[in-house]
């Protein structure tokens, strides 16, 4: 059988630190200092973790550890400059993101290219079926 390796849309806490390098409890104790960590719970009450919550856990780690910032100043950072444009101002960059005088929204390359594999996983299974 053919290996159709596809990004995992959830990721256990055990996967997420190995991951990121960062210890559970640490992960478990950023959720209550980051509003921006909130991982969802499985049926088990486990925690399942996004792509974007490994995002906003790695850009924590790196205000935190290479940064040096306090936590209360990686708070802030995290609200001047969130992830997800859904609750800022359009022409505000975020972290991830630089600014862009055009007025067009760019697409970041990294969600283009998950989308096409995506896309091509679904055209394979199709055809398989």
């Known amino acids: 059988m053919k290996d159709l390796s596809i990004k995992k849309l959830y990721y256990s806490i055990s996967e997420v630190s190995k991951i990121t390098?960062?210890?559970?409890?640490?992960?478990?104790?950023?959720?209550?200092?980051?509003?921006?960590?909130?991982?969802?719970?499985?049926?088990?009450g486990n925690r399942i973790y996004t792509n974007k919550d490994i995002q906003v856990i790695l850009q924590i780690k790196s205000l935190l550890r290479d940064k040096k910032y306090t936590i209360e100043g990686a708070k802030k950072i995290l609200e001047k400059y969130p992830l997800d444009k859904n609750n800022s101002n359009d022409n505000e960059p975020t972290l991830f993101e630089s600014g862009n005088s055009?007025?067009?929204?760019?697409?970041?390359?990294?969600?283009?290219?998950?989308?096409?594999?995506i896309k091509s996983f679904l055209l394979d299974l199709q055809s398989k079926l």
């Open 21 to 44: 390098g960062m210890e559970q409890y640490v992960l478990r104790y950023w959720e209550t200092e980051f509003e921006q960590l909130k991982p969802q719970k499985n049926r088990a």
């Open 102 to 117: 055009s007025g067009v929204k760019k697409e970041k390359p990294s969600l283009k290219k998950d989308l096409e594999e």
